[in-house]
């Protein structure tokens, strides 16, 4: 999948977003940006999947237009008391959602910032299987997300061997992104419906013609910035 085909809509206030991809470099594979927080049922032409950066405590209009029709949400969660406090009211928020009641939508989590000194990483594993929700994971906190968001750049594509050390504690996500993908390229999609639905992480925003291999998903999670997992 080309990188052409992903785009990155910001949909919170701060727009941490819009700020890290103007930094990027001219010469790092493409990401298009998707500004139109008030309309993203439009996205850019030639864009087959679009990524939603939303704000804490999403809610309102808003989070009902994008769970009527997200194909996938990650939910990212730290560890401490009132991040875990948060984690089960977002879950449960979430499980309720009649999209994800029909098992159209899968909820995923990913730990962030997780000390590897401690045993948070098992006891978060614990905490999610209880809630029902599949746990893709943990990623360290490390400098050098510090370094790749200065430079408008991922761990994927950070010209480091610290950064390219990074990449085996994104496996989880990508094989969880590599299924939802696969489903959503077989499943069959009304033209006229497409051209106006809303779009969330993960969704087809135009019609696929089925191919023998399912575009990696590493070429959509290669290009997301680590702030959006917060």
Known sequence: MRCADVALCDLDAQKSTEFWLSRRPATSPKIRGHGLAAS??????????????????FQGLAYLRVMMYADAVLVPTAFSFFDRRALVSTVRTLQAAPRVLKGKCAIACVG??????SNDHALLETMLRDLGVAYLGAIPCARIYSRCLEHGLT????????ARGQIAHWAGVIAWLETI?????????????????P????????????????????????????????
């Open 112 to 117: 962030t910032r997780i000390d590897s000194r």
């Open 40 to 57: 993203f049922t439009h996205p850019p032409a030639d864009t087959r999947h679009v990524v939603i950066d939303t704000p804490s405590g």
């Open 155 to 162: 761990v994927f594509d950070f010209p480091s061997a610290v």
């Open 199 to 230: 779009v969330a992480p993960g969704v087809q925003t135009r019609p696929l013609v089925p191919v023998s291999r399912p575009a990696p998903a590493a070429a959509v999670i290669g290009n997301i910035p680590r702030f959006l997992i917060r």
């Open 181 to 197: 993908l696969a489903k959503v390229a077989q499943r069959p999609v009304n033209p006229c419906v497409s051209a106006a639905r």
